[in-house]
């Protein structure tokens, strides 16, 4: 999982509030994921992006949440009016191209809602 | 609907005996099956994956064996350390890209 970044590892809000999750993806690659994880369960798929293309949200809450992977940047996930359901630990990966089978993730963004 | 999910949340292991992890699934259509290897406050990590059509595949220390007839996924681990110990949680993939679908997880404790 070397080489995919995220920040900021440990994040709190209040609720109401908004939380911004970064990812740099490991160099080269242009596909990220955005999985959920919460406390002792799997990850669980949110989004799937490209850049500046959101090729499959399926997994995303259709409300409050939104992503995004600008053509420069890294990608972010955005949680608008944050309720204390949203507390979880949020891991992005990515790939080098759509076939790859191996994805990398990063080490994750713990998002805490009090 | 489809689901990947495992038989034991926790295994407990002593240090230089085998582990053995299972896992069961219940959609046909995956194309791959993998196992991650998760340890606390970290993100997973990739330890091996197989196709559907193969059987076993091997890698340095862990074999992983599809069953397909009976929708069961396992992961050995030879000779496990302490350093193994950590969350183990198949996952699945199908289409043509890495969305792949995790299972809950087992916990592997390794006992000096």
């Known amino acids: 999982n070397a080489g995919v970044m995220q920040n900021p590892r440990h994040l709190v809000r209040r609720r109401g509030q908004e939380a911004r999750l970064r990812c740099s993806p490991m160099?080269?690659?242009?596909?990220v994921y955005w999985y959920r994880q919460l406390p002792e369960e799997g990850l669980k798929f949110m989004v799937y992006?490209?850049?500046?293309?959101?090729?499959?949200e399926s997994g995303m809450p259709k409300e409050r949440f939104s992503a995004e992977f600008p053509k420069e940047g890294p990608s972010i996930l955005r949680i608008q009016q944050v309720v204390r359901g949203d507390s979880a630990a949020y891991f992005c990966?990515?790939?080098?191209?759509?076939?790859?089978?191996?994805?990398?993730f990063g080490e994750g963004s713990w998002l805490t809602v009090v | 609907g489809e689901s990947v999910g495992l038989h034991l949340p926790t295994l407990s292991v002593q240090e230089g005996d085998n582990s053995i992890i299972n896992c069961a699934y219940s959609?046909?259509?995956?194309?791959?099956f993998i196992w991650y290897k998760q340890e606390s406050g970290k993100g997973p990590q990739f330890i091996i994956d197989?196709?559907?059509?193969?059987d076993k595949r091997q890698g340095q220390r862990v074999t992983v064996l599809l069953n397909k007839t009976v929708k069961h996924l396992s992961l050995q681990i030879a000779a496990t350390q302490p350093g193994d110990s950590a969350v183990y949680f198949c996952?699945?993939?199908?289409?043509?890209?890495?969305?792949?679908?995790f299972g809950t997880g087992t916990k592997l404790q390794v006992i000096p």
């Open positions: 990966a990515s790939s080098s191209d759509i076939s790859g089978n191996t994805i990398y």
């Open positions: 160099k080269g690659h242009s596909h």
């Open positions: 992006l490209q850049k500046e293309n959101i090729i499959d």
């Open positions: 959609n046909s259509a995956s194309d791959y």
């Open positions: 197989i196709r559907s059509n193969m």
């Open positions: 996952a699945e993939k199908k289409g043509g890209y890495q969305k792949v679908t």
